[in-house]
């Protein structure tokens, strides 16, 4: 049987049987996996709380026909152990790994969403920033992985140079006013401001940000992300925000 | 793939909760052999349990009236209440004979992912039982997962502030394992349930 060892962050656990588990992993080299942890849902499993959402792990398997086996798992950082300790975050964190489901295959490398996911957990983890930012921040940066990079400057149409007051989802973002379809949004222009440090990362910028823009960027990010995913994030109506 | 019937019994045997699909054919050919009246037998208990059983209007427990044995019974404890997530963790905590009070079955625990917020757990009936006063303590015994501590961490600030004696079951060590076997969370929680020892 082939064994192969991985480090992976948690995605989701669902209940298989008595005392199993299938556990959805981002793995570093090899993209999402399933596999199953025997008793774990027993108080006895040697696995303890390293198969539990959010947490960062060193894990060795076998490959089966349908799903892999976990045979041996360490944790490398207990990040979700921290963040079920502060709601807000662990809403946050719900989103996250819901999204982060979402964009990525059985299979299929995804080295940059994985190392997103990681950095967005280990802030949620670390309380370095509103939980709400972190997860706003994450959304932008996976939709833009994921070849969805909005813009929130330059005009999404024509690249025609911004500011620009006008933004619209479904054409990709800010847009001039030549560009700028009927029934486009006028966020305030800090919004723009905050969505772009966000996506960049200037997190100068986005901690200095006020509530009001949060929210309205918030509102934008959530629907950007919509519009991308046909399905709706369910997590995301669950998030908590400051 | 069977013909209709068989197959009907097969897909809804498949639908429980940890019956898959070997299971769910192996059982369905277990009943097509079965004596008719055990199966008639199965199917009463069936029935009856959906027709009978209903959730407790205080605790959410099953019941077989309105309320269920434990609401009902005059020598328990009105001052504490025992926050669980499903019927079966009461009857867990019964068995232990430790606790005197009643509980309140919240339904599940939370998880986004899954979509199961607050407003789908019994919180608001919760809130409802403690308005009168009467309730001092209670002890959040949601299951020992990061689902369930999470829980646990909304219901604590849920009742913040209220003057009430909030606790948390202890997640320590598993009795009868090795301690280099523990991973790194459940020795961290240990540690901090620690307990002092009569000298
Ligand atoms: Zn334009
Ligand atoms: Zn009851």
């Not at chain 1, 847009?175 to 966000?198: I, K, N």
């Not at chain 1, 200037?202 to 629907?223: C, Q």
């Not at chain 2, 309730?135 to 209220?162: C, H, W």
């Amino acid at each position: 049987m082939p064994l192969y060892r991985d480090e992976a962050i948690v995605l989701r656990t669902q209940k298989l049987g008595e005392a199993d588990r299938i556990v959805t992993l981002l793995t570093r080299t090899r993209g999402k996996v399933r596999v199953v942890g025997k008793g774990v849902r027993r108080t006895k499993s040697r696995f303890g709380s390293r198969l539990e959402p959010g947490m960062h792990i060193d894990l060795q398997c076998y490959e089966g026909r349908n799903l892999d086996t976990v045979t041996q798992v360490e944790t490398l950082d207990a990040w979700g152990d921290t963040i079920s300790r502060d709601y807000p975050a662990y809403t946050a964190q719900g989103a996250i790994v819901e999204t982060c489901d979402r964009l990525t295959e059985e299979h299929a490398p995804a080295i940059q969403q994985y190392l997103l996911l990681g950095g967005a957990l280990r802030s949620l983890a670390g309380a370095e920033h509103d939980p709400g930012l972190v997860l706003d921040a994450y959304l932008l940066r996976a939709l833009a992985v994921a070849g969805w990079a909005p813009s929130f400057h330059d005009c999404a149409r024509c690249g025609d140079p911004g500011p620009h007051r006008g933004f619209n989802i479904q054409a990709g973002g800010a847009v001039c006013s030549v560009c700028r379809p009927p029934g486009s949004a006028a966020p305030a222009p800090e919004t723009l401001v905050l969505l772009a440090a966000l996506l960049t990362g200037d997190w100068v910028i986005a901690d200095a940000s006020a509530d009001r823009h949060r929210r309205e960027g918030n509102g934008l990010v959530s629907a950007f992300l919509q519009w991308h995913l046909e399905k709706q994030v369910r997590s995301l109506r669950m998030v908590e925000r400051v | 793939m069977y013909e209709g019937v068989v197959q009907d019994l097969i897909d809804e045997l498949g639908r429980l909760p940890g019956v898959g699909p070997k299971s769910a054919q192996r059982i369905a050919f277990h009943v097509l052999q079965s004596d008719s009246v055990d199966v008639a037998r199965l199917a009463d208990a069936l029935t009856q349990v959906k027709l009978r059983v209903k959730f407790c209007t205080i605790c959410g427990n099953v019941a077989e009236g309105d309320t269920c044995r434990i609401c009902a019974d005059p020598r328990r404890d009105l001052a504490s209440i025992c926050v669980v997530e499903e019927p079966k963790d009461v009857v867990a905590i019964e068995r232990t004979r430790e606790f005197r009070g009643r509980y309140h079955v919240l339904g599940g625990a939370i998880s986004p992912i899954d979509g199961i917020g607050p407003s789908d757990l019994r919180f608001t009936e919760l809130m409802t039982r403690l308005a009168d006063g009467v309730v001092t303590e209670i002890i959040i015994a949601t299951d020992p997962n990061l689902e369930g501590e999470a829980t646990a961490t909304y219901l604590s600030r849920l009742l913040k502030d209220m003057g009430i004696r909030v606790t948390r079951l202890a997640s320590g060590l598993p009795v009868g394992g090795d301690l280099e076997y523990a991973d790194e969370v459940t020795l961290g929680r240990a540690f901090e349930g620690r307990r002092l020892l009569d000298a």
